[in-house]
């Protein structure tokens, strides 16, 4: 009898854990309430980096004086942005349940909760409700953004970032709630179509868990830019009045704007899920804790994706995902590599780019480890004069004794492509000579890892 695996949520985490179990044998049941492909595809990861990439080309373009051509103003058609964004979010949706159904993957619309360790029940969307009794479970149902109890987001003029695409709304200023990676990356979002933007920001620092270089380098660009920080501010209320919304900090700030984005953070999906049947265990913030198989408190219940309360990235989840089909299907005792989070790349799609993986310098710094920086500037690669845009710099960080990288960080254009080597070479154990002597293109951006590995 082939193992009987149901999947609760069709993001990465639960799509991929179905396409690796159904291609090992399993017979594989996948429950979504909303669409395929989760709220990555749908709601935020590729929506909010299909406008990025909209407004990079607007920013692009206000560059174009210094490439020898005449500097244009484009106009955004809304429409067909909207048409854009729609169309990549359907392409993917389409493709990924294309390819479950493809391997054999039985998907299930409608909203699943658990009634017993072996049993859930599905409300489906054609108003039926399906037993689904199972050998293994994966709980990998994503989470949603916070709101906290001082505002009522109105989803017209204090928006949570789900609210801001399809983008039927371009503000003309906009109040930024939250310095993290989500919060940055809609100030740079919005700031390209053109608003004015101000943001709040809690701590001294923008992305306070990331390197203060690099921070500071995005710091540098959002000041340039005309965008106001709000150092040492937290958000107290936002308050809808005729022009727009006002948003009142601790110290006494204010900030009047016609819009206001929350960004500051997100809840696990593990309410609605009946857990107490299953026996599966939530921490204090309804987070389901997990092993390093992603094995819950129940030992055929997994958790994987923003729910396990890990890195919450796509890529973390997607992978996850794949490391609990393999260890539904026993593989875990032959090929099996343990996931190690602290060797994730994130990036972040800001201008500059930002991207890093492993170990970082105050990390090290923090815990005593002696450790060999060696950083180069992007000014100094031809390929970044060519593209007109010389902002930046490698970071490469390794062990002095051995030369092993581990970890690096990159500021500038193609950081997130680029961070791709570093990442190999951390998960890889190679060393910075692996790096030097690699015979790379000429002019390339990726020559500046070269040399910064020397
Ligand atoms: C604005 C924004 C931008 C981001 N950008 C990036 C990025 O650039 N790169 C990156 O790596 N990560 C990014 N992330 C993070 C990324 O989106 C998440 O880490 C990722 O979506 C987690 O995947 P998941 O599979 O855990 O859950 P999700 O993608 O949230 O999928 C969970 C699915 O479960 C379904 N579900 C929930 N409960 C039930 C139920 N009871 N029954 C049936 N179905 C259910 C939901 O409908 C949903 O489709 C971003 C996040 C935000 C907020």
Redesign the pocket.
């Known amino acids: 009898m082939p193992v009987r695996f149901l999947i609760?949520?069709?993001?990465?985490?639960?799509n991929t854990a179905a396409t690796y179990a159904a291609r090992l044998g399993a017979e594989v049941t996948m429950?979504?309430?909303?669409?395929v492909?989760?709220?990555?595809?749908?709601?935020?990861?590729i929506p909010?980096?299909t406008m990025i990439a909209t407004g990079g080309a607007m920013s692009f373009s206000r560059r174009l004086q210094g490439m020898g051509l005449e500097e244009v103003q484009p106009e955004i058609d809304v429409e067909a942005l909207t048409e854009r964004v729609e169309d990549i979010k359907d392409h993917l949706s389409g493709s990924t349940a294309n390819l479950l159904t493809s391997q054999g993957v039985r998907i299930l619309r409608?909203?699943?909760?658990f009634t017993s360790p072996t049993s859930a029940e599905?409300d489906t969307h054609d108003g039926t409700t399906v037993s689904v009794p199972f050998d293994a479970a994966l709980i990998?149902?994503?989470?949603r953004?916070r709101v906290p109890e001082w505002v009522r987001p109105d989803g017209e003029r204090i928006l949570t970032?789900?609210e801001c695409y399809p983008p039927k709304i371009f503000p003309k200023s906009v109040c930024v709630v939250g310095s993290g990676v989500?919060g940055v990356?809609?100030v740079h979002m919005f700031e390209s179509f053109g608003a004015k933007v101000t943001l709040v920001v809690s701590r001294q620092q923008v992305l306070p868990s990331k390197d203060p270089e690099v921070a500071a380098v995005l710091e540098d660009d959002f000041l340039r830019r005309g965008v106001s920080l709000l150092k040492g501010a937290r958000a107290q209320s936002i308050e809808r009045d005729a022009d727009g919304v006002l948003v009142k900090c601790d110290d006494g700030r204010q900030v009047r704007a016609s819009h206001a984005v929350l960004?500051i953070g997100?809840v696990p999906?593990s309410d609605?899920?009946n857990l107490e049947a299953a026996g599966v265990h939530v921490d204090g913030g309804g987070y389901v804790p997990i092993n390093h198989h992603c094995v819950t408190n129940v030992e055929h219940i997994y958790a994987?994706?923003?729910?396990s309360g890990k890195l919450?990235?796509?890529?973390?989840?997607s992978m996850q995902?794949r490391k609990v089909a393999e260890h539904v299907m026993g593989l875990h005792t032959r090929e099996h590599r343990h996931l190690d989070y602290d060797k994730a790349a994130?990036?972040i799609?800001t201008e500059p780019e930002i991207a890093d993986v492993g170990l970082a310098e105050a990390e090290a710094f923090a815990s005593g480890r002696k450790i060999r920086v060696t950083k180069v500037p992007f000014s100094a690669t031809p390929k970044a004069l060519i593209n007109n845009d010389s902002r930046g710099f490698v970071k490469i960080i390794s062990d002095p004794a051995t030369g092993v990288v581990l970890g690096g960080s990159i500021v500038g254009r193609h950081a997130a492509e680029l961070i791709s080597v570093i990442a190999l070479a951390v998960t890889a154990n190679l060393k910075v000579t692996d790096i030097v002597e690699s015979l790379l293109v000429h002019p390339a951006l990726s020559e500046a890892l070269a040399e910064a590995a020397e």
Do not use: Q
């Open positions: 609760i949520g069709g993001g990465p985490a639960g429950v979504e309430r909303d669409l492909g989760g709220a990555a595809h749908l709601l935020d990861c909010s980096k409608g909203s699943a909760r599905v990998a149902t994503g989470s953004p970032t789900r989500t990356e809609f960004a997100s999906n609605g899920l994987a994706g923003d729910v919450p990235l796509s890529s973390v989840a995902g994130s990036a799609f």
